[in-house]
């Protein structure tokens, strides 16, 4: 257990439904990062926080996609009108300052 | 051109030997580089970091940087079966905000 938690731990959603997921960073990180993973694959960048503010986004982020960090502690990221292919594990990160990032234990999502 | 490219294996070593897992990038303005272990289901599991050419060693685990051939790897030594797992390789240019990882190694050690 690295510290790092994410809620729920599993999701199964029908398509065009929204969902939103939570991750509550180690309690002294400022750096705060979502990634998505797919089978066969490692994880791609989707969003950083620094504190509160949000510094970078993919291009893989849709406007389906969005992000918030309010007051610099745990995070949301919500999918609206879900896809079959938004199906993925949803991984959640944390860092201090620059530094090695640690991973919380994901949420997989399956849109039906 | 991936910004990070790893063989996908399985890489099939016996029990005691020593595991060598590879990894190359392409930005040369990378600054940090780590591995992380990912069992089946699991998320990544934080290993080790290296930021300077050389080696690094902890324990089992040896990290190599040679950052004017762009190539990072992995020794792990001793290996054991609880070792089979995949392997990633993350590349970080804090700098620039961005943020790579291969598509990882898969290690099989054999008893």
């Known amino acids: 257990d690295t510290g790092v938690s994410q809620d729920p731990r599993h999701k199964i959603t029908k398509r065009g439904q929204n969902v939103t997921f939570r991750c509550d960073p180690i309690?002294?990180?400022?750096?705060l990062y979502w990634y998505r993973q797919t089978l066969g694959q490692g994880p791609e960048f989707l969003t950083y926080?620094?504190?509160?503010?949000?510094?970078?986004k993919s291009r893989l982020l849709s406007d389906r996609f969005s992000a918030e960090r309010p007051k610099g502690s745990f995070s949301t990221l919500e999918i609206q009108r879900t896809e079959q292919g938004d199906s993925a594990m949803y991984l959640c990160?944390?860092?201090?300052?620059?530094?090695?990032?640690?991973f919380g234990p994901g949420t997989r999502l399956t849109v039906l | 051109q991936k910004e990070v490219e790893q063989n996908s294996g399985p890489l099939s070593v016996p029990e005691g030997a020593i595991a060598s897992l590879n990894c190359t990038y392409s930005?040369?303005?990378?600054?940090?580089f780590f591995w992380y272990r990912q069992y089946s289901g699991k998320s990544p599991e934080l290993i080790m970091s290296?930021?300077?050419?050389g080696d690094k060693e902890d324990g089992r685990f040896t990290a190599q940087l040679n950052k004017a051939s762009q190539y990072v790897s992995l020794l792990i030594r001793d290996s054991q079966p609880s070792d089979s797992a995949t392997y990633l390789c993350?590349?970080?240019?804090?700098?620039?905000?961005?943020?790579?990882f291969g598509s990882g190694t898969k290690l099989n050690v054999k008893p």
């Open positions: 990160a944390s860092s201090l300052a620059l530094d090695e990032q640690f």
């Open positions: 309690s002294e990180h400022n750096r």
């Open positions: 926080f620094q504190n509160e503010a949000q510094l970078e």
């Open positions: 930005d040369r303005g990378s600054q940090s």
């Open positions: 290296i930021y300077s050419n």
């Open positions: 993350a590349v970080i240019l804090y700098n620039f905000n961005k943020f790579y």
